[in-house]
Nanobody
Framework: VQLQASGGGLVQAGGSLRLSCAAS????????MGWFRQAPGKEREPAAL????????YYEDSVKGRFTISRDNAKNTVYLQMNSLKPEDTAVYYC?????????????????WGQGTEVTVSS
């Protein structure tokens, strides 16, 4: 599976961005997906996760109520809608896929990674 993330950029605090992750090579069906983020000097952490059919989602506490993860299996694409962005959301955002259909918060459990897209939120 090859993952291509896009949609990052520079935005003012309070603004919105929509990230997309398009998969090629193999279908995303039956694979749980996630958006992880890594700020400078910090470890990569899960921001939002979604199970294979979208029935189960997970959000890191600081993004709850502001970020929404969704997927379109027919288009082999996963999205992250980010609203009310804050400077602390500044990071490189990576999409990831795992071989299992259920979510996992652990980086090591994801087999495939996109190249990352940078999000910068100015105050």
């Amino acid at each position: 599976v090859q993952l291509q993330a896009s949609g990052g950029g520079l935005v003012q605090a309070g603004g919105s961005l929509r990230l997309s992750c398009a998969a090629s090579g193999r279908t995303l069906l039956a694979r749980a997906m996630g958006w992880f983020r890594q700020a400078p000097g910090k470890e990569r952490e899960p921001a939002a996760l979604i199970s294979w059919n979208g029935a189960s989602t997970y959000y890191e506490d600081s993004v709850k109520g502001r970020f929404t993860i969704s997927r379109d299996n027919a288009k082999n694409t996963v999205y992250l809608q980010m609203n009310s962005l804050k400077p602390e959301d500044t990071a490189v955002y990576y999409c990831a896929a795992r071989a299992e259909n259920s979510n996992s918060i652990f980086v090591k459990n994801y087999n495939y990674w996109g190249q990352g897209t940078e999000v910068t939120v100015s105050s």
